[in-house]
Structure formats: C-alpha cells, structure tokens
C-alpha cells in the first residue's frame, strides 16, 4: 500500500530574527598583554576592535533564549507555534542533552522537535537549509533556528591566533510558510581533508584521563591556511548560491558573509566583485567572530539600523571547523 506524505507549505522565509549581545564588552586593550600584541596590530589583521564575552550568568541557554525571545516577538509569533528548534553551537558543554531541547522547554513551546547540529562557524546557514526543506516538506510550519555560542570558554587567552578573535553572543532566526520563494537552495559541503585547520586541541576524555594536570582544552586554529581558503573558495560558493538563487551580483542588496576576520569579508566581496551598491555587514568591528551566531546578529543589526530593509536580497555564507560552508540567498523579513 502507498503511505500517505506529508505536504508542506509552497514556499518559506525567514519570518524575523533577534540577537544578544553579551553584557561584558573587552577592548583589544584587556587582551594584548597576554598574547605579546598590540590594538593596532588587531585591528589591522583582523578589524576587531572589541568584542563581548559572556558572564557566568549569561550561559548558552539564557542568550539563546533571549534571542529567541526576541524573534518570537518580531515575528508575531507565539512559543506554541513553533515545532522544531535547531540550535547550532560548538559550546554548549553538556554532551547531552541538547540545549536545544532546554531552550524549547524554557520559552514555554508545545513539545517540538529539538536538536543541536555541529557544524561550527557554518551552523546557522544549515539550519535555515533544513528549516526551507522542513517547511516546505511538511515536516514542520515554523522552525526556530538558533546560532549560539559562548567561545571564550573554549579560548585560550595565550594563544596568539585565536584569544583576539573569538567571543560569544547568540542569535535566532524564524522559518515559516510565505506566499513568495523566500530561501533560495543551499550550497553547501565539506572538505574533512583539511580538519586538522580549526579544532578542539585535545579531547575531553583524553584531557580528563591524563595522569599529569593538563591545561583545560581550548579551540586552535591555523589561521593564515584557513584565511586563504575563506577569501577565494568561499567567493566561488558565495557566487554559485547567487546563480542558484537567480540573482546576479548587480541584483543583491545585501551580503552578510560569517564575520571571522574584516579582511575576509572585504576579499570576499572583492572577489565576488559585488558592486558598491550593496550593503556589506561588519558587525565584527565590535562583536569578535561569534561563530555560528555570527550571521543572524550582524543580520539583525542591519535591520535594527536600517541598512536592509524588509524584502532586500541577502547573501549568507558560512564556513568554518570541519572543514564545512554553507550559503544562500534569502528575503529579509
Ligand atoms: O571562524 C572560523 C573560520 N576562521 C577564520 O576564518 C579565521 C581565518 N584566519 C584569520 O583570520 C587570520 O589568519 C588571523 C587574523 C588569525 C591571523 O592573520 P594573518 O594575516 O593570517 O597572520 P599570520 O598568522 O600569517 O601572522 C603574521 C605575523 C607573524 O609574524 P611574522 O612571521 O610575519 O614575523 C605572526 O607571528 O603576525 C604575527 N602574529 C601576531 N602578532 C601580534 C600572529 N599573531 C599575532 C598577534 N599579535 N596576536
């Protein structure tokens, strides 16, 4: 016999977003000392000028929740409208359960489906592709999908490539059914060959069976190898999402690249040759690369400040530890 399926809304869109930005704002002034650097030599190579890192209080959980909290609000939307949560995180330290499900319980939602995925820097553009497929497949009508990540406890604060450009903060994103194609396909994939680029050190198993104190694990990165395939790579993908969306460069309002590193995000739109007209976000300038939570918070304060306006094309790409990327073309709500 043939089983009945599932059918979905015709098309879907990103409904609102919202972001937190942690309380606690450190200036390349409070780190320098420790990594033998200078503000200027930061800003140069990186365009941080300070970033956020979280108090204790301001876990994985409650920023996640305080932004959701917000892009509920923006979309209108009640906690018992969304069935499913997608939390996208690398720090979340609790093996399991998923925050994802903590997150759903704590906003008041009516039992949906909640799940973490791990794909670094690159998480939220994974999620909205799987949020796009949900919705228009039927497996769910409003998909809340959440970057968070709190890095500085996985930062090493004397490692000269990392302790500059990672911080924390969160940002959510709602998914749902929409009249007009809202989510052009995804571009995505991996290169696992070159996983070695970005990781965790040493894992927690080894590190807590050590017969000798080791000191607690922390992310490395072999920044220039990473930044060199970000900056031309990525602008491959970046243009094949455009293609797939059918919108040229001259077409696209707004690019809203991972915020990892000032100068990639320039050499990114270089290499696209994306002209003047279009809105570049550069929320890394205060805000430290944030990993997944990266591309909705600058997404959101383009919003908030006016430089998208609802309905504008929006570029996302994402890339990071794996290595994996992810972008699309979507509407701005
Ligand atoms: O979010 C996930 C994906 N991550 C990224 O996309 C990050 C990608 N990588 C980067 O953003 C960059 O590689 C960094 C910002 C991390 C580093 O910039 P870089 O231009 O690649 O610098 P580098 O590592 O090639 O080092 C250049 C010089 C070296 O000195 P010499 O050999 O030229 O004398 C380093 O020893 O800068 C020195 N250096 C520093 N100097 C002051 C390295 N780190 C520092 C530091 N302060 N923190």
């Not at 690249?257 to 990639?264: D, E, F, Y």
Request: proline share 5%; with cysteine.
């Amino acid at each position: 016999m043939a089983l009945r399926e599932a059918a979905g809304a015709p098309h879907a869109r990103i409904l609102a977003v919202g972001g937190y930005r942690p309380s606690r704002v450190v200036p390349n002034s409070e780190i320098v000392d420790a990594i033998d650097s200078s503000d200027e030599w930061i800003r140069t190579r990186s365009g941080i000028t300070e970033r956020r890192w979280a108090t204790p209080e301001e876990t994985v959980q409650m920023m996640a929740v305080a932004a959701s909290r917000k892009a509920l609000a923006a979309a209108g939307l009640e906690p018992e409208q969304i069935d499913c949560v997608i939390v996208a995180t690398v720090s979340h330290m609790l093996q399991t359960p998923s925050v994802a499900a903590l997150i759903a319980d704590e906003l008041g939602t009516d039992h949906p489906a909640a799940f973490d995925i791990s794909a670094a820097c690159a998480g939220f553009c994974h999620g909205i592709a799987m949020a796009n497929d949900f919705v228009r497949g039927g497996s769910a009508r409003h998909v809340l999908v959440i970057g968070v990540e709190r890095l500085s406890d996985l930062t090493n604060l004397h490692d000269r490539g990392t302790a500059f450009i990672f911080a924390d903060g969160a940002g959510a994103a709602i998914v749902g059914p929409s009249d007009e194609p809202g989510i052009a396909p995804v571009v995505w994939g991996s290169a696992g060959e070159q996983a070695d680029l970005i990781r965790q050190n040493v894992d927690w198993l080894t590190w807590g069976n050590a017969a000798e104190p080791m000191e607690q694990p922390y992310l490395a990165m072999d920044g220039n190898p990473v930044f060199r395939w970000a900056s031309f790579a990525m602008a491959k993908i970046g243009l094949e999402a455009l293609d797939r969306a059918g919108v040229t460069p001259e077409e696209l309002d707004c690019f809203v690249p991972h915020q990892a590193n000032m100068r990639i995000v320039d050499a990114l739109a270089r290499s696209m040759k994306l002209p003047e007209s279009v809105t570049i976000a550069r929320d890394i300038a205060t805000m430290g690369n944030t990993s997944a939570a990266s591309i909705p918070l600058a997404l959101e304060r383009l919003i908030e400040e006016g430089d998208a306006k609802s309905g504008d094309t929006a570029l996302l790409i994402a890339f990071g530890a794996g290595l994996v990327y992810a972008a699309q073309v979507v509407v701005v709500p």
